[in-house]
């Protein structure tokens, strides 16, 4: 990597983290249950929080509306709106604040040559991502406003997912400058990469059902569930067994806790048959999915406290992390 290349790298790494930081945060305003305190999408207004009683009162009577309040919160007092207010406009200032990171050092890069025209299609893809992962938060958000006061898991695993695409977008292009951009090659164990790659992705995207579903207070024992190894008629709690797999609270716990170990084989049999200098990269997967897996069942265990959910899902972002560095490598190494 050229000097001439480093700001460029250390800016993708920048924001690769700020992605990170944000699914954590998101994570922590969920399980706060302070998501649903704005209820209006304002990008440029919104963000200065109230500065006078009035406004604070404006925004209470609000929130007074919703669904939220009115079935889980109608004891909430003004200074414990503040609370769930200042923790969703922070989540929403830090998404704005990536954003800049993004369109400002972009346009620089581009116009000072660092990032060649001819090659911006991806990093411009950055930009645009943002741009739709800031409307996805919104309608994610919306969701929650109208009858029930959570919002739709189906809207939050989008969301979800579409932040682990940025993120392996931006660090795919800043591993480029790192290792030296070259192009992709079909090796050996490309192909168990990518599995494990799609499995690790479906796992999370199941957290993410669970998540929104709230399915992780289902049942807190581990290996069995409510005394048997496979709950009777998780499959058919709809008339589509497809909408039992995605929507049933029992249903998709139950897929959560058991394809962990789908992932953990994976990245278990990928590291066995390496014989490259990948072999370290595909070891280190594999512990942070065992890692991830005590965490998971801790989680369970104990209650779903917010101190350990929180590390879960900052553990699933770095498992995923390593997954794509390790797909780079397979992929791109000579």
Excluded: C
Aim: glycine share 8%; net charge positive.
């Amino acid at each position: 990597m050229s000097k001439g290349e480093r700001p460029a790298t250390i800016w993708l790494l920048m924001v690769a983290f700020l992605i990170a930081a944000m699914v954590v945060v998101g994570g922590y305003v969920r399980l706060t249950r302070s998501g649903l305190s704005i209820v209006e999408w304002n990008p440029v207004t919104g963000v200065i929080p109230p500065l006078s009683e009035t406004a604070w009162q404006q925004e209470f009577a609000k929130y007074q509306q919703t669904p939220e309040y009115r079935i889980v919160n109608r004891e909430m007092t003004l200074d414990g709106y503040r609370r769930i207010f200042y923790l969703e406009w922070a989540h929403r200032l830090l998404a704005r604040i990536a954003g800049l990171m993004v369109v400002l050092p972009l346009a620089w890069f581009l116009w000072r040559g660092v990032i060649p025209w001819r090659r911006s299609a991806p990093y411009l893809l950055i930009g645009l991502l943002f741009g739709l992962q800031g409307f996805l938060g919104w309608w994610m958000v919306a969701s929650g406003l109208l009858d029930a006061p959570q919002v739709s898991h189906f809207r939050l695993t989008i969301h979800l997912l579409t932040a682990l695409l940025l993120l392996a977008l931006t660090l795919w292009l800043a591993f480029n400058r790192i290792y030296g951009q070259s192009g992709l090659r079909w090796r050996q164990w490309s192909a168990l990469g990518a599995v494990t790659l799609t499995v690790i992705v479906v796992q999370i995207a199941y957290g993410g059902l669970v998540a929104g579903l709230k399915a992780g207070h289902i049942s807190n024992t581990w290996p069995l569930m409510f005394g048997v190894w496979i709950p009777g008629d998780m499959w058919t709690v709809f008339d589509s067994w497809l909408m039992s797999v995605a929507a049933a609270p029992v249903t998709v716990h139950f897929i959560h806790r058991w394809l962990a170990f789908g992932v953990l084989v994976a990245a278990a049999w990928l590291w066995w048959r390496q014989r490259s200098a990948d072999r370290q990269a595909a070891l280190w997967l594999a512990i942070i999915v065992l890692v991830q897996i005590g965490l998971g069942i801790s989680v369970v265990i104990y209650g779903v406290p917010l101190w350990l959910a929180l590390l879960h899902q900052a553990t699933a972002v770095v498992m995923f992390a390593a997954a794509v560095h390790l797909n780079h490598r397979l992929a791109t190494a000579s």
